[in-house]
C-alpha cells in the first residue's frame, strides 16, 4: 500500500465491538490489529480505539475503525454515543458462558433504541472462544437462531489462536460495502497502521491505540450505512 493511499483511504468504516465483560472484546480488537493475544489486557475502562488499514477487491481501500466498549458500559450514559453512526456492530459472546450469550438481546436493544426507525448497521454474532470448543454451552442451533431472528451474519471466533478473527472483520467490512472477497484477499496480513496511548490506565501493552472521544464526536454521523 503507497502512503498516499494510507492517507486516503477510499472508505472509513466504524465498527463497534459489545457484549458482556470477559467474553474476549479486548482479546479480539487485540488479536485483529496487534495480531497477538494477552493474558493482561485487564478490564477495559470506558472505550478502547484501534484504526486498520485493508484493502477489499477492486483495490478498495478501507480504514476500519474499531472500538471496543467496556462491557460495564450497557446502561451507560455513554454508550448511545459510541453505538452512533456505527456502521457495524459485533456482539461478542462468550460460547462456554451462557449468560453472555443470554445478555445479547440486551446488546441488541441498545443498538436498536439508537436506530430508532432509521436503518440498522450491519449486526454480526461473534461467538468467541471457539479453542474452548468441548466447554461450549451454547448449542450451535441457538446461535444460528439468534443470528437469524435478529437478522445477523454469524461468526465463530477464537481471540487466543486467532481463528476466524481477521476473516470475520473483512467479511464484515466487505458485506457493508457490498463487495466480494476473493482467496488471496482472506489470506493476506493486514497491518496496523496507527498505535498509541493516551490514557495512562491503560494496561494493555505499548501497541493498543486507547482514545476517548468526546460524545459530539461519536455523534457525529447518521446511524446509516453510507
Ligand atoms: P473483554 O474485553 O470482553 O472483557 P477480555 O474480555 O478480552 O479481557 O478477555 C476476558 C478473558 O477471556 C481473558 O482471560 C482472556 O484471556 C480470555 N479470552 C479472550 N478470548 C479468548 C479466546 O478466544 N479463548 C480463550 N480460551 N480465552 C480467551 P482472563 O483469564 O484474563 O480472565
Ligand atoms: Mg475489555
Not at 90 to 112: G, M, P, R
Not at 168 to 185: G, H, M, N, T, W
Not at 207 to 215: E, F
Amino acid at each position: 500500500m503507497s502512503d498516499s493511499e494510507d492517507e486516503f483511504p477510499d472508505r472509513q468504516l466504524k465498527l463497534i465491538v459489545m457484549g458482556d465483560g470477559a467474553s474476549g472484546k479486548t482479546s479480539l480488537c487485540m488479536r485483529y490489529s496487534q495480531e497477538q493475544f494477552s493474558k493482561e489486557y485487564g478490564q477495559t475502562v470506558g472505550l478502547d480505539f484501534y484504526l486498520k488499514r485493508i484493502n477489499l477487491l477492486g483495490g478498495t481501500n478501507v480504514a476500519l475503525q474499531v472500538w471496543d466498549i467496556g462491557g460495564q458500559t450497557l446502561g451507560g450514559s455513554m454508550l448511545d454515543n459510541y453505538i452512533f453512526g456505527a456502521h457495524g456492530v459485533l456482539l461478542v459472546y462468550d460460547i462456554t458462558n451462557y449468560s453472555s450469550f443470554e445478555n445479547l438481546e440486551d446488546w441488541f436493544n441498545a443498538v436498536k433504541k439508537v436506530c430508532g426507525t432509521g436503518p440498522m448497521p450491519h449486526m454480526a454474532l461473534v461467538g468467541n472462544k471457539s479453542d474452548l470448543e468441548h466447554m461450549r454451552t451454547i448449542k450451535l442451533d441457538k446461535h444460528q437462531k439468534f443470528a437469524h431472528d435478529h437478522n445477523m451474519s454469524s461468526y465463530f471466533v477464537s481471540a487466543k489462536t486467532g481463528e476466524s478473527v481477521a476473516l470475520c472483520f473483512q467479511k464484515i467490512a466487505a458485506d457493508i460495502l457490498q463487495v466480494k472477497l476473493s482467496k488471496p484477499e482472506v489470506d493476506q496480513h493486514h497491518r496496523v497502521v496507527k498505535a498509541e496511548i493516551i490514557d495512562s490506565n491503560n494496561s494493555h501493552g505499548a501497541k493498543a491505540k486507547r482514545v476517548q472521544l468526546p460524545p459530539r464526536q461519536a455523534k457525529s454521523s447518521l446511524c446509516n450505512i453510507t
